[in-house]
């Protein structure tokens, strides 16, 4: 929504970074209201022929789940790719290499390595349990020299990667329901990635596509009443849904290791 800057950062980065060329972009527009917004959409659709404008007509609370999930019944393409308008590609190769791994049979998604601006990590991967319910492993870490083995930099399976950068085959998507909408922003990505892993699928994290992640500067953070309250219906739903899954604990992750920090560090007993 009206986050023209953001969104042709993102855009640009995929043209002018990516070497990897059969795509579409589909831009679920949200309720935007700036003239500058739709100059912008008629700028695009006329100098690229794979990219659409979904409308999103309808009004209220933003749901980041029901967006998705309107979003990928105009996709075309065998494989989607999850994408906020507050990242940034750095790599070329990195659609490439989630591809790579989206394609093998046994992979129900695939996650990226994910920046804050100032370098530092935003993201690689989620532990299911950390801080309550999942969380991002190594976040704020400035150096992937100081991350639990290396771990960082490899690539392996989790429990969950999020949403802000997720591929994953369409068929897949469709056969678990897509996005749970009842989680409108928090760990929908999470429950999504719970659901693929109920069908034997895994979910791999690849360092190697890389972007940054402008982390919620569109939607802004928890910073009012009414967001806070959702919020704690979004964990209690989560909790309620996977409360076995919880109290068993992330199967790819330690039981040693904490879960009140996400450095990987030993739990204290």
């Known amino acids: 929504k009206d ?26 527009e949200n309720g935007s209201d700036e003239k500058r917004t739709f100059e912008y959409y008629r700028n695009l659709l ?20 029901a967006l998705n999930n309107y979003g990928v019944k105009s ?9 906020n308008n507050d990242t940034e590609i750095i790599n070329k190769n990195c659609i490439s290499e989630m591809v790579s791994h989206a394609v093998r049979g046994e992979v129900g998604a695939v996650g990226a390595k994910l920046y804050y601006p100032n370098g530092t990590i935003q993201h690689a991967g989620v532990i299911l349990g950390l801080g309550g319910i999942a969380g991002h492993a ?21 429990s969950a990667v999020t949403a802000a950068c997720m591929m994953m085959p369409k068929t ?15 760990f929908n990505d999470v429950d999504l990635c719970m ?47 996977w409360k076995h899954e919880l109290e068993k604990g992330d199967p790819y992750y330690n039981p040693n290791l904490t879960l009140e920090r996400n450095d990987f560090s030993l739990r204290i007993v």
């Open 3 to 28: 986050h023209v800057d953001d969104l042709n950062r993102c855009i640009q980065s995929i043209y002018r970074i990516s070497d990897y060329s059969n795509f579409e972009i589909l831009i679920i």
């Open 75 to 83: 996709a075309e393409g065998e494989y989607l790719l999850f994408l």
């Open 195 to 241: 659901k693929i892993r109920k069908k034997g699928k895994m979910i791999v994290y690849t360092p190697y596509a890389r972007l940054y992640h402008y982390e919620s500067k569109s939607r802004g953070i928890e910073d009012t009443e009414e967001k806070k309250r959702r919020f704690l219906g979004e964990v209690d739903y989560f909790a309620k849904k």
């Open 138 to 158: 190594f976040c704020g870490l400035e150096n992937d020299l100081y991350s639990y083995f290396l771990r960082s930099s490899c690539i392996q399976d989790y």
């Open 46 to 65: 006329g100098q690229h022929k794979n990219i659409k404008v979904i409308f999103w007509n309808k009004s209220g609370e933003f749901n980041y789940s």
């Open 172 to 186: 897949l998507f469709e056969e678990i329901g897509g996005f749970e909408e009842n989680l409108k922003v928090a």
